[in-house]
């Protein structure tokens, strides 16, 4: 686990997390850090029999869809989650379970576009990965010291610590 945490951090090193947070501002951080545009869009129907999020990479751009019907906070980890599979540079995850992709591109044929994106599955090892990343990120963003006016805040920046 330590080794895991250990490669997230490394992730992170130069990407800088916007204070206060802010998830556009850092997607836009996420796209420059990869040389290429980024887009967010909520979907609607996305987390009900199919995944919460899902990150398509074409050739002129990422694409991250996130479920718009559950919490800001909900939607923003998950967000937050697609893009720690962008910077982990783990293969793009499509699962054509649920319709999710269909309502994407309505007009094409489910197998035809199933055959030039390719299905591909994550791993165990890459959710875990991605998920501890999403953490972390989410962990810098509301940590005192980064947002800080308060006493305790104040303190863990004199005595540098970082969570």
């Known amino acids: 686990m330590r080794g895991l945490r250990r490669r997230c951090e490394q992730r992170l090193a130069g990407l800088a997390i916007p204070t206060p947070f802010d998830l556009d501002a850092f997607a836009a951080v996420v796209a420059a850090h990869r040389g290429r545009p980024l887009t967010l869009r909520p979907m609607p129907g996305l987390g009900i029999g199919a995944p919460c999020g899902l990150w398509i990479s074409l050739a002129e751009a990422d694409y991250v869809f996130y479920d718009p019907g559950t919490s800001r906070l909900h939607a923003e980890h998950i967000v937050l989650h697609e893009l720690a599979h962008m910077l982990s540079e783990h293969s793009t995850g499509l699962d054509l379970a649920g319709g999710a992709l269909g309502r994407l591109v309505p007009d094409l044929d489910p197998k035809t576009v199933e055959r030039v994106l390719g299905r591909v599955s ?13 953490s972390i990120i989410r962990a810098r963003a509301t940590s005192p010291a980064r947002n800080g006016g308060d006493s305790l805040g104040r303190l863990a920046e004199v005595l540098k610590f970082r969570p």
């Open 122 to 134: 994550y791993t165990t090892a890459q959710e875990r990965e991605a998920e501890m990343l999403a």
